[in-house]
């Protein structure tokens, strides 16, 4: 008779965060490649990512917020825009600009109450760069869509400047407006000193930067680091400009990450972040870096929108499977290095806004009944105050060991109910276990070779520590 030994041990699964550079076959069990709407901190699972209904400031010293209004008439909303104002008095006047899928444009008050105002001059149904600018004293907006001439919009009075190209990005750097444009030839073009209107080419006034070179289009111009960088296809070129044009000086800084995404470039902090063919990469203005190694595989990246707040970068993407929109939002936190994801919402743009007393990452998305919203990004563990249906799946494997193996208990500490899902050999076993500030032990007492686990909250606050599994291992 053969004897038969039984060891017992327990591991640890979860939740060091998300990897997808390894096989899940052969994933280390601390572990994962896919979780959702849990996010990750200090090696727990807590309910720390969500969409909040999108809500403006007072006047500062008033800490109360007060939402935006819902969207006039039910028309789907494209995309919304910072317009940053002061009144003649001084007193802060911005507005949330609103641009609907038909093309019209709305704004509201972002430190008051307010209804939506209509701007009936403007109607533009593509894609929209904008950037404030302070003209002759007015504040005012710059808008522009690649298709479309300049437009200046000061208050609520629209201007087009008849003598731009249809720009495809707008920035503003050292009093000169820049806007890229490609035509026969990639180009990036700079206005007259202190003059948005001004764009007459001569040595002394406007004039414009040709390309001739393999680096593809310009995809935007960043005012970084008292620089202006040319992002273009597939490289980054830094311009130093002062003053007289004639000084001006062009430099290429770095080429080879593959095509980049121009709606995913941002800034970021003391960095660019931007995602190309090959993931996300980090420049610093001398050096591009590759980070966030571990971030989902990405389809349909033309579609995908960028944003950044507070030490993290959000991504608006397609992942796991072939969407015709984003269907998920990827945070990645550049001081702890973690990615969590809020999946299963179709997003269609990201907008960093940032005001005097405040900041907040906006988020024009749709619910299940398709009706588009306006949300900012939060650590709610809700979307629009429902809360999210949490999910995170270990791996599924032997343990390196193909000996049978008995689980005998599960043990773990949970604030709020849950189910616990044991995979062992394709037979799923579900427990329930509540809520609780103490650690909890579940018997399981089931037996098979491969092994994995899977945990379904649907609160809002959560917080779960790694699963402590004992085991049996039959060997003979």
Not at 401 to 408: M, N, P, Q, W
Not at 420 to 434: A, F, N, P
Request: aromatic share 12%.
């Amino acid at each position: 008779m053969k004897e038969v030994r039984v060891g017992k041990s327990k591991v640890r699964v979860g939740f060091k965060g998300i990897v997808n550079s390894t096989d899940a076959g052969v994933l280390d069990m601390a572990y994962t490649d896919k979780a959702y709407n849990f996010a990750f901190e200090n090696g727990a699972l807590t309910g720390g990512i969500g969409i909040d209904p999108a809500a403006g400031y007072y006047a500062a010293p008033i800490a109360a917020r007060h939402n935006y209004p819902e969207i006039p008439g039910g028309r789907g909303l494209k995309d919304v825009f910072l317009y940053r104002r002061l009144t003649a008095e001084g007193v802060h006047d911005d507005r949330l600009i609103a641009q609907t899928v038909n093309g019209h444009f709305y704004y509201t008050s972002v430190f008051k109450t307010d209804s939506w105002h209509e701007l009936p001059e403007i109607i533009i149904t593509k894609d929209v760069w904008t950037v404030n600018y302070n003209y002759n004293g007015d504040d005012v907006l710059l808008l522009t869509s690649g298709r479309d001439k300049l437009i200046i919009l000061n208050d609520t009075t629209p201007k087009m400047c008849m003598n731009t190209p249809k720009f495809t990005s707008l920035a503003v750097h050292n009093e000169r407006v820049y806007g890229s444009f490609n035509g026969s030839k990639p180009q990036v073009w700079f206005s007259d000193d202190f003059n948005p209107v001004n764009w007459n080419v001569s040595s002394g006034e406007a004039g414009y930067i040709n390309f001739s070179d393999e680096c593809g289009e310009v995809l935007k111009v960043v005012s970084f680091l008292n620089y202006l960088y040319v992002i273009r296809e597939y490289g980054i070129f830094r311009l130093t400009a002062y003053g007289d044009q004639s000084e001006f000086l062009l430099k290429k800084v770095f080429t080879d990450t593959g095509r980049i995404v121009k709606s995913s470039i941002e800034v970021c902090g003391d960095k660019i972040i931007f995602y190309a063919e090959d993931g996300l990469f980090a420049f610093d203005g001398y050096v591009v870096s590759r980070i966030a190694g571990e971030m989902p595989k990405v389809s349909r990246k033309h579609i995908m929108s960028g944003a950044y707040l507070d030490g993290c970068y959000y991504l608006a993407c397609c992942i796991w499977e072939d969407s015709e929109e984003n269907n998920a939002i990827v945070r990645y936190n550049l001081r702890d290095k973690s990615l969590s994801v809020l999946y299963g919402y179709s997003v269609r743009t990201l907008k960093s806004v940032r005001v005097h007393n405040g900041a907040q990452v906006l988020c024009v998305f749709a619910l299940g009944d398709d009706i588009t919203k306006l949300g900012m990004m939060s650590e709610s563990g809700k979307v629009m105050n429902v809360p999210t249906q949490k999910r995170y799946i270990s791996p599924y494997g032997t343990l390196n060991s193909s000996a049978l193996k008995t689980v005998r208990s599960v043990s773990l500490l949970t604030t709020s109910a849950l189910t616990l899902r044991v995979i062992l050999d394709g037979k799923q076993y579900d427990y329930q276990v509540r809520g609780s500030e103490t650690m909890q032990t579940v018997a399981v007492e089931k037996c098979g070779g491969r092994i994995g686990f899977e945990l379904i909250c649907d609160s809002a606050e959560a917080y779960v520590t790694p699963l402590i599994v004992s085991l049996d291992t039959v060997s003979v």
